[in-house]
């Protein structure tokens, strides 16, 4: 009998130390400062009781990770999703600490979420649940201390609430110095013009560097997205402005191809008002080995993490992997890119356009200013496209790859602010 040996799948945060462990050994990363990043500082766990419409009690479990605050307060989105777990937060929030120190912005890293799958819940359930997530999260977060934002199957509404919650348990004169407590909130209750698509024009401004490095034409290029909300929508209608096409789409409904061209403004309406891509009329439906395997020119994965494998980043045939989400690809796929040539804007690099709006937002909210969008993305052009360029020189000083040299340009930042102050006591 022949026994068939079975690789064991890499967890996220395994993947993200795996990635930390090589970049700290190619740099010889301080030790003392190695040890220090390669935990977090907080892990915040609730299981909070919530009224259904119905009236009976449904008990959540919500998680706040906080990683770092050596450049400044936490910061990290939270999401509400199924597959929500203490790993995977763990590994958000890391990567939100290189992220931050990548981009020169003063925030450490956090990330959080509530294992659900809000699909299932009313509006006004939507509403309780994150009001009492926020109520028990107490003094874990704060505008000066820790930050959230949106993230998967969150948005200004859901931040909305959660500054009203968290407003209404500080005392009322203090209340106007605190609504930076949260960031992506709807503009009228002090989101940042811009803070909406700025993951998605982070994601298109790496694009348009690399496009010019490789003397590229953007109107002629093809390109695949997997992901259909918030950030894939707007890198897709973002790219479409330069004439670039739009040939295939995967969301969690299904799987759209089009070679002659998807209109990224029309399939953007389909989706807001059918939930998601599946039946898209002017497409046809493909199985996810058609998806990955389609010629095109480039790839962004903007959905979850652990998309690009050892099992389906042999199928890729595209010049570039721009990772509008966070932990796209694993240590396999990075291997398997590698070997076939395949560009790659790293997660901490490409998609950082969010965490560098929040931060416009903050910044506005403490001088209770308002920027024009014109400000908001020049602002962050400036800000991604200096850290492309600090990457791009680190890659050809160690001759590494671009995630690695990404982590290094974060890291190095980061040991060098452990180095001038020291360890208390």
């Not at 659900?116 to 997530?133: A, G, N």
């Not at 874990?140 to 931040?159: C, F, K, L, S, W």
Request: charged share 25%.
């Amino acid at each position: 009998m022949v026994k068939v040996m079975t690789k064991t799948k890499i967890g996220v945060y395994e993947n993200v130390k795996q990635q930390f462990a090589k970049a700290s050994d190619l740099m010889e990363l301080d030790s003392d400062v190695r040890e220090i990043l390669s935990k977090t500082t907080n892990e915040i766990i609730i299981n909070f009781p919530v009224k259904m419409d119905d009236g009976h009690i449904e008990i959540f479990t919500g998680y706040r990770v906080q990683h770092n605050n050596a450049l400044g307060p936490y910061k990290g989105g939270l999401r509400f999703h199924p597959m929500v777990n203490l790993d995977e937060v763990r590994a958000l929030a890391t990567w939100m600490t290189w992220k931050g120190a990548l981009t020169s912005i003063p925030f450490g890293g956090a990330k959080g979420g509530i294992q659900m799958d809000p699909s299932k819940y009313s509006q006004s359930e939507l509403e309780r649940i994150t009001r009492r997530f926020t109520f028990a999260l107490g003094n874990n977060i704060g505008p000066e201390y820790d930050i959230p934002a949106p993230d998967v199957n969150t948005n200004p509404q859901i931040m909305a609430w959660i500054l009203d919650t968290y407003l209404s348990t500080i005392p009322p004169h203090e209340r106007q110095r605190c609504i930076h407590v949260v960031t992506g909130k709807p503009v009228e209750s002090g989101g940042s013009i811009g803070r909406n698509k700025a993951t998605g024009q982070g994601v298109v401004f790496t694009i348009e560097q690399w496009a010019q490095d490789h003397h590229f034409d953007l109107s002629n290029v093809t390109y695949i997205i997997q992901g259909f909300g918030n950030v894939g929508s707007w890198a897709a209608r973002l790219l479409g402005r330069h004439g670039s096409k739009l040939i295939a789409v995967e969301d969690i409904t299904g799987i759209i191809m089009n070679t002659d061209g998807i209109d990224p403004e029309e399939l953007d309406a389909y989706v807001k008002e059918n939930g998601g891509v599946k039946g898209y009329p002017k497409s046809e439906p493909i199985d996810k080995d058609t998806f990955f395997g389609l010629e095109a020119d480039i790839f962004i994965p903007a959905a979850l993490e652990n998309q690009i494998t050892a099992e389906t980043a042999p199928l890729l045939n595209v010049k570039l992997v721009a990772e509008g989400a966070n932990g796209p690809t694993n240590t396999d796929g990075d291997i398997i890119l590698k070997k076939k040539g395949i560009d790659l804007i790293p997660d901490i690099l490409c998609n950082s356009g969010g965490v560098i709006v929040s931060y416009f937002e903050w910044l506005q909210n403490k001088r209770s200013e308002k920027w024009e969008l014109e400000k908001v993305d020049s602002k962050l052009y400036k800000k991604i496209i200096a850290a492309y360029g600090k990457v791009q020189n680190v890659t050809e000083k160690y001759s590494t790859d671009w995630r690695t040299a990404a982590y290094i340009v974060a890291l190095s930042s980061l040991e060098k602010v452990y180095k001038e102050r020291g360890i208390f006591p």
